[in-house]
């Protein structure tokens, strides 16, 4: 797999986006994925902490909502990476509202 797979997490809860590299993963999360109001809160509200995660920490089941099947399953985010990425950043999970 070439993606790095990477946590951002903040108040409102964190994101798991695979991308090619750290600064790619972190241009896309503040220019394309984040709007204005989510990143004043995520300031207000005690800041944002970037993560790659490696090892067990992507190969780990977690119980993910699947939109495209309504329903949750059990996968790993290196899995989910495998499936989806393409040589772009991607949102692997986000938070639920």
């Known amino acids: 797999m070439k993606a790095k797979i990477f946590k951002f997490s903040h108040s409102e809860g964190a994101e798991i986006i695979a991308a090619s590299n750290a600064k790619e993963a972190i241009m896309f ?3 394309q994925y984040a709007d204005d109001i989510q990143m004043d809160d995520m300031v207000e509200f005690g800041g944002i902490e970037i993560t790659e995660l490696k090892g067990e920490n992507i190969t780990k089941k977690h119980s993910v909502f699947d939109e495209s099947k309504n329903e949750t399953v059990s996968v790993s985010y290196q899995e989910i990476a495998t499936i989806s990425f ?6 692997l999970v986000s938070p639920s509202y």
Not at 86 to 91: A, G
Request: proline share 11%; hydrophobic share 55%; charged share 0%.
């Open 86 to 91: 393409v040589n772009s950043p991607v949102v």
């Open 29 to 31: 999360f503040f220019t």
